[in-house]
């Protein structure tokens, strides 16, 4: 069936440092793809999302790439501080049928002080 | 705009118990969604309705779990009765019926079974 696989599960990084957050899918026909953060209690809210009519997306110090020939994206951050600790899910969905999204597993990311 | 509202926020029910919750989603969001978030795993959806009607409910698990829409506006999401496995945060989530569908997420329900 329809898969999202999420690596990797937990990252730690230095603050001002880079962090990437990479997605692979398994549904040819998927055609959306949004990144939530969810911190500690609180709802996914969604930070950035990309279509497979572009390559990459970005918005201030968050990015996202896609390589549809793969099944590939990935989410980058710049600059991280530490108010970009939370966690991270992307979500791929296909026009086929529902338009439902299939979550990866999640990315804890820590930004150290 | 005002956001998904779901209550209850925490639930601590026993076993065998019944449990219900309640999803009120953004104004003129034709499509509402239930998931179930498992501690340390991605949300999984378990119902979607569009409008007053069920187009997927593949993922929910029929014999305990029930959910309705009526009126095309508020939901609720049913556990009866609740086994221990159950215990997650139950999310609600709406969208607009159009070509973005981007969905939006209430603060979810804390379910633990004890």
């Known amino acids: 069936g329809e898969n999202v696989e999420q690596h990797p599960s937990t990252l730690s990084v230095q603050e001002g440092d880079s962090a990437v957050i990479k997605c692979t899918y398994s549904?040819?026909?998927?055609?959306?793809f949004p990144w939530y953060k969810q911190e500690l209690g609180k709802r996914p809210q969604l930070i950035i999302d990309?279509?497979?009519?572009?390559g990459e997306k970005k918005d201030q110090r968050i990015a996202v790439t896609l390589n549809k020939t793969a099944k590939h994206f990935s989410l980058h951050i710049t600059e991280t501080q530490p108010e970009d600790s939370a966690v991270y899910f992307c979500a791929a969905s296909s026009p086929s049928g529902t338009y439902k999204y299939i979550f990866g597993t999640g990315t804890r990311l820590k930004v150290l002080a | 705009e005002a956001g998904v509202a779901q209550s209850p926020r925490y639930k601590i029910i026993e076993k065998r118990q019944s449990v219900a919750f309640w999803c009120n989603p953004i104004?003129?969001?034709?499509?509402l969604y239930w998931y179930q978030q498992i501690l340390g795993q991605g949300p999984k959806l378990l119902i979607q309705f569009q409008n007053n009607g069920v187009v997927d409910d593949s993922q929910l698990p029929k014999d305990r779990f029930s959910a309705e829409r009526l009126k095309g506006v508020d939901s609720t999401l049913k556990i009866q009765p609740a086994k221990l496995e159950d215990s997650a945060v139950y999310l609600c989530?709406?969208?607009?019926?159009?070509?973005?569908?981007?969905?939006?997420f209430g603060a979810g329900t804390r379910l633990s079974v004890l």
């Open positions: 104004s003129g969001h034709a499509t």
């Open positions: 549904d040819s026909a998927s055609n959306y």
């Open positions: 990309i279509r497979s009519n572009v």
């Open positions: 989530a709406s969208s607009l019926l159009d070509y973005l569908n981007i969905q939006y």
